[in-house]
């Protein structure tokens, strides 16, 4: 279990905009795996993973993940945390380009991660997408 803790460490250590380190991103993913994007409904798989870390990345080049609580047990891994970060770049949303706006962003969110033998083999992402996009001046502040 302390192996699959260490391999979403990881996996977030490689995501992050000031060290982004897409090979040690991927390595983290069997080669069956996939992520999805719980609110976009998108799913990534193979190589294209890798834009789940690069695609933030180049929005927010300083993005940072603060993980508050994780849990382990078995080969599932739950953490809770904030996705953090200035949009100095343009944001690939399913609606279209969002150019960057200086704005930051401070974003709750839970990921689920089940492995195999140490790798991740899904990765689902529970993000407040709604507030990500009112932060950014996307939406309405109104529910």
Do not use: W
């Not at 996996?11 to 060290?19: I, P, R």
């Not at 399913?94 to 033998?117: H, M, N, Q, W, Y």
Request: glycine letters at 8%.
């Amino acid at each position: 279990m302390s192996d699959n803790i260490q391999t979403i460490r990881s996996l977030y250590a490689a995501a992050e905009g000031h060290s982004l380190d897409l090979e040690g991103f991927l390595s983290c993913f069997s080669e069956d795996a996939y992520v999805r994007n719980v609110p976009t409904g998108t799913d990534f798989r193979g190589p294209d993973i890798a834009l789940v870390a690069s695609g933030m990345a180049d929005a927010f080049p300083d993005i940072h993940r603060e993980i508050f609580d994780l849990y382990a047990m078995n080969d599932l891994v739950v953490v809770e945390l904030a996705i953090r970060g200035t949009q100095d770049g343009p944001l690939v949303t399913p609606e279209g380009t969002v150019s960057a706006s200086g704005k930051t962003i401070d974003v709750p969110c839970c990921d689920v991660f089940r492995l195999k033998e140490g790798k991740v083999t899904s990765f689902h992402c529970y993000n407040a997408a709604s507030i990500m996009m009112q932060q950014l001046g996307l939406a309405g502040s109104e529910p």
